[in-house]
């Protein structure tokens, strides 16, 4: 673990962000829980993706179970594809992933993509070892594994269930009903916040590879020929792009431009996409993600999933590796289509036009009195090959005969016998089956993102300070209120404003414990923005001091005007100095 | 289901509140999607139940995760003790809740508490058979099933999980860190809003009996010698009780008292419960429950969980029936105790007295050359035996002999052998596990009784209307904004006006599509507290039109006073007669 990682697992755990779960018990890896200024910090960075995704863009919010049952993972492609290559030691029993140690050792990169028995021959040819324990791995088996945690639902076993392993497809099953809410209408979106969960081989990095994780997703559903994003708020937006064309050249580097001219020059293909960087690098920022710390990096061919034509990730350096913290990708039909064809349901959208199109329509109406005797049982057959012919190639009947094949077999038929004709039909509309773009938000990373982002070191009055420089927004606590001491009725008074507070809407927290100077230094530690001490002063003129994390500045502010002051503080209308 | 029941269903699915996930695949029974009103509505209902029993009672939150390890359930009794009894129909392969075939059909209760084989013998001797093909069911076996969904962590099954059947065990596993940030002083508070499963045999009545669901729970950790609540805030609050004397009573009715009252006549026996039922009521009230559908049941004997000793459940008329909507427990220290046991760590707080207690500490110090010679091997057993009878039994040493019994010998040894004394020991503090008061919240079943309460049916223009009386603060949607038209600049003004009120702080909803009374109608159904349109005369005077769902009476307001004039009526400052 980098220096970076150490010191934030060790905050993290003692000030109550996030810790490993139920390790009373020796816990499980994969499986964090967020303490109370990580269960507030995440909760408002989930309000702020709520504000910015679902609210100020006028999407649909949905929640959806965690568990659902097999046929959706079916026609998802999950339970065929969702695995991972793992090879399993048979001295300490630990499972390791295949490809990854054959990467490990070797020069080969996208091992994933072979078949599992050249990954047990190449485990062999390097005589690989298990990283655990060091025994022999040549000969073992090496098997897909399903990453999906499964279970049953009911009694028995005849109705398995799993683990969404990500939100998107509760959001796509219920395709049919969400666009009645949408009253028919592309484009529109859906957006949802929840769990999902992978069974990983190997979690690890706190937050970052974990088992259990929330996501934020949102599925926009677009007409793939008519619709766009008014591009207009976003266009001045500077990126900072990691292209593929960058990635495989050795001298590639980040490129910066603006929103606009990465649309006008084609770096970014899909405009929606282009749209939702634009966003997104204004909320990472607004957040508390260090933009120096960050870039788009675009998923070369081999890396985009089977359904995916352009996907980019936004990327945050953290302890010296570039992790994934948000994918954006166009998913195309694939999903719908998917649901639609296992479900026999109707997954597309009737798109009317704006006035009735005439087309020329090609059928047939053939003579079964001359196919019956001259085809015998076959002719019913050769109808309908007849039309599905007049339909997909009408050039076919320009001649005198016409010709279809019905496993391997030539039947010619006169087109006098056919009945071809083109009439005009009058068609108000058609069935369209959405573009999905998917912006989708791995939460805790983000947190974990935020966080290391925010931790600073400096000194004062001598001392070594760890503080953490959220964005007030962010932060789990707005403001500290301190009596200076617990007596003289400093308690009562500070009591007061505390409750002054938040009524007017701010997290709040009340301490008397220890010297002012500790006291700041846990707020420090978890981010609160200012601090606010009452002391003997407060009783004579009714002011207080008001401290400012970052800065450590203080000035006094009369108590009726100090709600007021936090507020342009907090808002950046203001700043200490002329407070 | 009820008449009620139905409206519901009907409405919930067709305007997006709530309705059966995956139905495209004929869904799994037990399971909910909230479609964008109803998580909105639950969103709010959370943001709500935060607000009163987190923030203002300055208590803490958590978020842990849904899967947590084996060793978890172990001790908390879930893997052994969370059963139901069920027995499987030999010819269609329904399972059966086995206790209710029964009570169902004799007159026997709490069927679940007689053992497996008699249940199976009643079943026979009734002549019971599948309700849903009627075949016979006697001498089919009665197993109990584990209501937890059990699943498995990482490849293999050498490390089974759980989902969580409360999110109560999440807080409990983490108490020894959670008691370092409340800083080893009781009492404290930890809430956690998630998700808890239970595979239900026969999932039923919407929300009511679901499979996945939301809890919002708090485990109050309490001092049980010293600490009590402060019953001023809520002594004067009025409670419609059915206490257990009352449900076993043949005349017995609900009774209604203050909390001061019940707790000073002894009806609510826990302060801690009573505090809670008081300033639950007033929430449940703010939040749109009715009140002349509301009550408070008491646990009778049998109906109390193992580790319980007082609990009050909150109840909601439902179609006819009285549903529990929220538990308040007492569970004393039975969670903490068994992960103590379970886990050897330390699950106490350590109490530091006012002034060190100087205590009399009876110990012995064996002189075990002489225990040796006479004992042999047993000598050391003996050893520890008289250390425990010392402290236990300090008198037996009052003799000139003490007798220990060892797996069923007594051994006598002299007591000036024993080296008993009584020393004068100073202690600081002691270690307390503490009691836990636990309201435990669903929030599904909350969601779906405070539309069901809201649900109106009245008439307006000679037409059936259909509106949810929701309070602004629940609602979705808080303004409809509609131009009366789209042409004429109306629905650019009207966007304008929509803007402002979003950049207010309000969920607003903008509305151009059909005539202006079915807009009203649509968002009537959807519970939206006020709508306002803009209409030629906004152009001329700069007024929009407000009309308010409940009474439908409009008003004309001035567009800079439309912000500050709802938030008024919102808050009930105001009403629309002296708008």
């Avoid at 008519?226 to 591009?231: A, C, E, Q």
């Avoid at 593929?244 to 006008?264: C, F, K, L, N, P």
């Avoid at 899909?270 to 993600?289: D, H, P, Q, S």
Wanted: net charge negative; proline share 6%; aromatic share 8%.
């Amino acid at each position: 673990m980098s220096e970076e990682g150490k010191r934030l697992a060790e905050l993290a755990k003692r000030r109550g962000f996030f810790f490993p779960s139920a390790s009373v018990y020796g816990g499980a890896a994969g499986f964090y829980t967020y303490g109370p200024q990580g269960a507030s910090l995440k909760r408002n960075l989930e309000d702020a993706w709520r504000d910015r995704f679902v609210f100020r863009e006028g999407h649909m919010e949905l929640e959806g179970p965690d568990v659902m049952p097999e046929a959706v993972f079916e026609a998802s492609g999950h339970l065929d594809g969702f695995d991972d290559m793992i090879v399993e030691c048979p001295e300490c029993g630990e499972s390791h992933r295949a490809d990854h140690l054959v990467e490990d050792a070797t020069a080969l990169e996208e091992v994933e993509a072979l078949p599992l028995d050249e990954v047990q021959d190449l485990i062999a040819d390097h005589d690989l070892t298990c990283p655990n324990c060091g025994t022999a791995l040549a000969g073992e088996p090496v098997e897909q594994f399903n990453l999906m945690f499964a279970t049953n639902i009911g009694p028995g076993s005849s109705s398995p269930g799993y683990l969404r392993p990500e939100t998107a497809q509760g959001i796509f099953v219920e395709f049919p009903q969400l666009k009645e809410y949408a009253r028919n209408q592309l484009p529109f979106g859906v957006a949802q916040i929840g769990k999902a969960y992978r069974n990983e081989i190997s979690p690890r990095k706190s937050l970052i590879r974990v088992r259990e994780f929330t996501q934020a997703e949102l599925e926009h559903f677009v007409d793939p020929e008519t619709d766009s994003p008014d591009l207009a708020p976003v266009e001045d937006v500077e990126l900072t792009l990691y292209p593929a064309s960058e990635q495989t050249d050795d001298d590639g580097e980040h490129v910066t431009m603006t929103v606009g001219e990465a649309v006008e020059r084609g770096v970014v293909g899909n405009e929606w996409i282009a749209y939702y960087l634009g966003r997104a690098k204004t909320w990472f920022e607004r957040i508390g993600v260090d933009m120096e710390r960050f870039r788009y990096r675009q998923h070369l061919g081999g890396e985009l999933a089977h359904y995916a034509s352009e996907c980019w990730d936004a990327e945050a350096e953290l302890g010296g590796d570039w992790v994934e913290i948000t994918g954006f990708g166009d998913r195309a039909d694939y999903d719908l289509k998917k649901h639609a064809e296992h479900s026999g349901e109707d997954f597309s959208v009737f798109k009317q036009y704006d006035e009735p199109k005439v087309v020329e329509k090609p059928t047939v109406d053939p003579e079964m009195g001359y196919l019956g005797p001259e085809f015998g049982g076959t002719a019913g057959e050769i109808a309908d090959a007849l039309e599905t012919l007049a339909e997909k190639n009408p050039q076919s009947f320009e001649g005198d005969e016409v010709t279809v094949e019905l496993d391997d077999e030539a039947f010619t038929v006169p087109v006098e016998k056919t009945g071809f004709s083109v009439e005009e039909v009058k068609e108000t509309g058609e069935h369209v089956t959405p573009q999905v773009i998917e912006p989708s938000f791995g939460v805790g990373r983000l947190v974990y993102t935020v966080v290391a982002h925010a931790l600073e070191r400096d000194e004062v009055d001598g001392e070594e300070r760890t503080y953490l420089s959220l964005p007030p927004e962010m932060a789990p606590t707005t403001v500290g209120v301190f009596p200076l001491m617990d007596k003289d009725g400093l308690g009562e008074r500070a009591h007061e404003v505390a409750a002054d507070l938040r009524e007017a809407g701010m997290a709040v927290t009340y301490d008397d414990s220890g010297a002012i100077g500790r006291r700041y230094r846990r707020q420090d530690e978890i981010g609160t923005p200012y601090c606010v001490t009452v002391d003997y002063d407060t009783l004579e003129d009714d002011t207080v001091t008001v401290r400012e994390r970052d800065t450590t500045a203080q000035t006094r502010v009369p108590v009726d005007e100090l709600s007021e002051t936090l507020q342009e503080l907090r808002d950046g209308d203001r700043s200490l100095d002329d407070a």
